[in-house]
């Protein structure tokens, strides 16, 4: 009795070796991925810049605020009406003009005492 020949259809993992056409092919792909990294790599890089910029403008108001907040006062630049030789002569009355409120009285200055002669010779 003759055995008959069996057949049996499978798949193994084998090695395939490249061709030079594939390799070549490989190659460009492997060179627009690395650009296209380095592409994602810079733009993460400016968002990440940007949204640190935002967070700093956040501290630093953050910063100021809770400053002001301790302190109960902030400094300004505030308009000033000042009145020479008053509430005597020699002296200088700073009022708010905001407020009308009265921030000091001082000694009069060289510069004050110059404008005084000025206003006194017209």
Do not use: H, W
């Not at 499978?10 to 592409?39: G, H, W």
Request: proline share 2%.
């Amino acid at each position: 009795m003759k055995k008959e020949k069996r057949e049996k259809k499978n798949t193994v993992y084998l090695k395939c070796p490249f061709s030079e056409e594939q390799l070549r092919d490989f190659s460009k792909t492997l060179a627009r991925t690395v650009a296209e990294i380095e592409d994602a790599e810079n733009r993460k890089k400016e968002i990440v810049d940007t949204i640190k910029a935002e967070i700093s403008g956040y501290e630093a108001k953050q910063s100021t605020l809770s400053r002001n907040i301790n302190q109960g006062y902030e400094y300004r630049t505030v308009d000033v009406i000042e009145y020479l030789d008053e509430p005597e002569a020699g002296k200088k009355k700073i009022v708010r003009q905001d407020t009308l409120e009265i921030v000091a009285i001082t000694e009069l200055t060289p510069e004050d005492r110059q404008e005084l002669l000025f206003d006194e010779e017209k």
